[in-house]
């Protein structure tokens, strides 16, 4: 039956978004090796530890390890349709380069998808979610060593064969535009006074290459696959209408955009080859590397947070709290108590922006609000009331709306954080985002009880209208 009062297509795919190591805990069981985040136990912005420390959260997060089938059990409650998460590399291959894998790793995702199977939830995997095997960073240097593309190859391959007739759609790097902001977790690369622009962008390079053989090997082994490329969405708005400001978003905004376009065109668009040049860079570009590029995704996804402000005038230049990527903050918005500059609008010109620019299908599959919540009895049910987590997915879900009415293809919706996990900036759990509290706190103490909060219900019918119940 065709929805008459909803912009939301029949079929969309509703769901939510999560992360291995931000959930899953058990980081030294059943074979796994350690990863890159077993050693940030105080999120991205700090020193790594020579070891895992016991004040990591993720080393136990909220153990979805051993509470999958109730977790996904919640989902389906709420009417999920498909289910965001990451297989975590150095559970399938300890290392990340040894010969074989790890079957006790390979079989947890077979348990996993098995509980998926029976709720009736299409599975979104991504390969590689800010866990780079911890050997493959202190060892080769994460991505800057052109070897990581053919043992990113191996893995690609072995869990597309594994899983390629039970999982539809995949994602292969999260956030890759990331890794030239924040090196260490995206890409493993050790952060030190010798790491060069240079470096960097060879790393990239080689992460691009990576993710274009994955999609080859996609099509070779599941053919009924859907492969696309993970990138931060940012709009940029100038400081002022100055022409000087308008130049400066696009450059910034090119800086973005060029993941997205070599993803989905198959090469380096020439305004990425000239800043290379103007910086001095020269990417070492073989003749198998540009063949490798022409392998497009089939999808774009991405995550959308917050917008930000630019500006020619360096002595205007201020960097937000809370960007990642960089940018001012913009004096017409509100912000989250984090730093995130909220602009639910900002999401529905970043749907026409992709759309326009790559004419493929949208995924959004990170979307969210991070919050301190508080459990309260409320008839003898413990829940929280998140009334502001509410209004803000309400507010940017009106904006999906409006663009998909504008004419984009946008296939799915995940927002992030579905149930409560550490996070990934701050390694807090009192950060959550979810619409399932997870009893625990940022001290590791807790009894890991699930509790459904006031949104869980509010998704559930918004999942169940497809849309309907909005508030626009």
Request: aromatic share 12%; with cysteine; hydrophobic share 40%.
């Amino acid at each position: 039956m065709t929805n008459t009062t909803s912009p939301f297509p029949e079929g969309f795919l509703w769901g939510g978004a999560t992360a291995a190591n931000q959930i899953e805990g058990a980081y030294n069981q059943d074979g796994k090796g350690l990863s890159v985040q077993d050693v940030l136990p105080h999120g991205l912005r700090s020193p790594r530890t020579p070891a895992p420390t016991p004040d990591n959260l993720k080393l136990e997060a909220i153990d979805f390890y051993h509470h999958y089938a109730e977790d996904i059990a919640l989902f389906a409650e709420m009417g999920f349709k498909v289910f965001r998460f990451s297989i975590a590399w150095s559970r399938i291959f300890p290392n990340g380069d040894d010969k074989e894998p790890n079957e006790a790793g390979l079989a947890f995702y077979d348990r996993v998808l098995d509980e998926l199977e029976k709720h009736g939830i299409e599975a979104l995997v991504t390969l590689s979610h800010y866990e780079t095997p911890l050997h493959l960073a202190d060892a080769y240097g994460g991505w800057t060593d052109r070897r990581l593309i053919n043992l990113y190859e191996r893995y690609a391959r072995t869990l597309l064969e594994r899983y390629g007739s039970r999982v539809k759609y995949w994602l292969t790097f999260n956030e890759i535009n990331s890794l030239v902001h924040e090196p260490f977790m995206s890409a493993g690369i050790p952060e030190t006074e010798q790491l060069t622009e240079q470096d960097l962008y060879q790393a990239m390079h080689h992460e691009l290459v990576a993710s274009a053989r994955a999609t080859r090997i996609a099509r070779e082994v599941a053919p009924n696959a859907k492969i696309g490329c993970m990138i931060i969405a940012m709009p940029i708005y100038p400081l002022s209408p100055s022409p000087q400001d308008a130049a400066a978003v696009m450059d910034l905004d090119h800086s973005n955009l060029a993941f997205g376009d070599v993803h989905t065109r198959g090469a380096y668009p020439g305004y990425f080859l000239r800043a290379m040049k103007e910086k001095g860079i020269e990417l070492n570009i073989t003749d198998e590397d540009r063949k490798d590029l022409t392998n497009t995704v089939d999808f774009v996804s991405f995550s959308y947070y917050q917008s930000v402000a630019h500006t020619s005038d360096p002595a205007k230049l201020i960097r937000g709290e809370g960007n990642i990527m960089g940018g001012v903050p913009n004096p017409t918005l509100e912000t989250s108590e984090w730093g995130w500059q909220i602009d639910p609008i900002g999401l529905r010109l970043v749907i026409n922006q992709f759309w326009d620019r790559w004419q493929k299908p949208l995924f959004i599959v990170e979307n969210g609000f991070g919050a301190k919540d508080q459990l309260v009895d409320v008839n003898g049910v413990k829940t929280v009331i998140d009334d502001y987590r509410i209004a803000y997915l309400n507010d940017h879900l009106v904006q999906v709306g409006e663009g998909i009415a504008d004419g984009a293809d946008v296939i799915g919706y995940t927002s992030w954080g579905c149930i409560d996990l550490v996070s990934a900036t701050t390694a807090q759990l009192s950060k959550r985002y979810g619409y399932i509290y997870v009893d625990r706190n940022d001290d590791g103490t807790g009894s890991l009880e699930r509790f459904k909060k006031k949104s869980f219900d509010w998704y559930a019918e918004v999942i169940r209208t497809n849309g309907a119940t909005l508030q626009g």
